[in-house]
């Protein structure tokens, strides 16, 4: 069983910053595609950035250029630095691992969540 730990939410204006952080457990944190998720009030949760093991990362149109994803295998934490913040980016936060198990084969995990909220 992997634990999986956000931390960082919180209200913020629009225009300012806020800094996500996800601790995940387990010895092989670096073979895990780690990726940040929101879900908005009366909204499907949506990809926001992943990052995989090898450092590759994806984001969503809506935050490329604004948001960035990072990994620090040392710590078995991932981050999402959240930049130029807009109304639209209030929702709850959500960290997943993806864990590898055999060839072919992994586990996703996912924390509580961590409220977002831009607002004036």
């Known amino acids: 069983q992997v634990q999986v730990v956000e931390s960082g939410g919180g209200l913020v204006q629009p225009g300012g910053s806020l800094r996500l952080s996800c601790a995940a457990s387990?010895?092989?944190?670096?073979?895990?595609?780690m990726g940040w998720y929101r879900q908005a009030p009366g909204k499907q949760r949506e990809s926001v950035a992943t990052?995989?093991?090898?450092?590759?990362?994806n984001y969503a149109d809506s935050v490329k250029g604004r948001f960035t994803i990072s990994r620090d295998n040392a710590k078995n934490t991932v981050y999402l630095q959240m930049n130029s913040l807009k109304p639209d980016d209030t929702a709850v936060y959500y960290c997943?691992?993806?864990?590898?198990?055999?060839?072919?084969?992994?586990?996703?995990?996912w924390g509580q969540g961590t409220q977002v909220t831009v607002s004036s």
């Open positions: 387990g010895s092989i944190f670096s073979r895990y595609t």
């Open positions: 997943n691992a993806v864990v590898p198990v055999v060839p072919g084969l992994s586990t996703s995990y």
């Open positions: 990052i995989t093991s090898g450092g590759s990362t």
